[in-house]
């Protein structure tokens, strides 16, 4: 099973960007599309942003214009660059596979906390 470590997160002011990472121990290609989600404090765990290995994006309308997803497939590695962040984006961002279930493998997340 491949393992997923994503990293990057932070506190920064509410206007400020972040950059986060998805290290996979495995090809992601083999994954296929990637993803990123997001759960915030007392929430469920919501879809963010896709990429498929061919490089297509797809995003949620709350974040269009502010962050990009992206792949490198050479070092198993997926990233979500977040810009004009608000207190909105407060969450635990996750990546995975596309559609995998909450019952399935996640990583620990990384924290982003936006202050006002």
Same mark, same amino acid.
């Given at each position: 099973?491949?393992?997923?470590?994503?990293?990057?997160?932070?506190?920064? $002011?509410?206007?400020?960007?972040?950059?986060?990472?998805?290290?996979?121990?495995?090809?992601?290609?083999?994954?296929?599309?990637?993803?990123?989600?997001? $759960?915030?404090?007392?929430? $469920?765990?919501?879809?963010?942003?896709?990429?498929?290995?061919?490089?297509?994006?797809?995003?949620?309308?709350?974040?269009?214009?502010?962050?990009?997803?992206?792949?490198?497939?050479?070092?198993?590695?997926?990233?979500? $660059?977040?810009?004009?962040?608000?207190?909105?984006?407060?969450?635990?961002?996750?990546?995975?596979?596309?559609?995998?279930?909450?019952?399935?493998?996640?990583?620990?997340?990384?924290?982003?906390?936006?202050?006002?």
């Amino acid at each position: 099973q491949v393992q997923l470590v994503e990293s990057g997160g932070d506190l920064v $002011q509410a206007g400020g960007s972040l950059r986060l990472s998805c290290a996979a121990s495995g090809s992601i290609f083999r994954l296929g599309t990637m993803a990123w989600y997001r $759960q915030a404090p007392g929430k $469920q765990r919501d879809w963010v942003a896709s990429i498929t290995t061919g490089g297509n994006t797809n995003y949620v309308d709350s974040v269009k214009g502010r962050f990009t997803i992206s792949r490198d497939n050479a070092k198993n590695t997926v990233y979500l $660059q977040m810009n004009s962040l608000t207190p909105e984006d407060k969450a635990v961002y996750y990546c995975n596979k596309l559609g995998t279930s909450r019952y399935n493998y996640w990583g620990q997340g990384t924290q982003v906390t936006v202050s006002s």
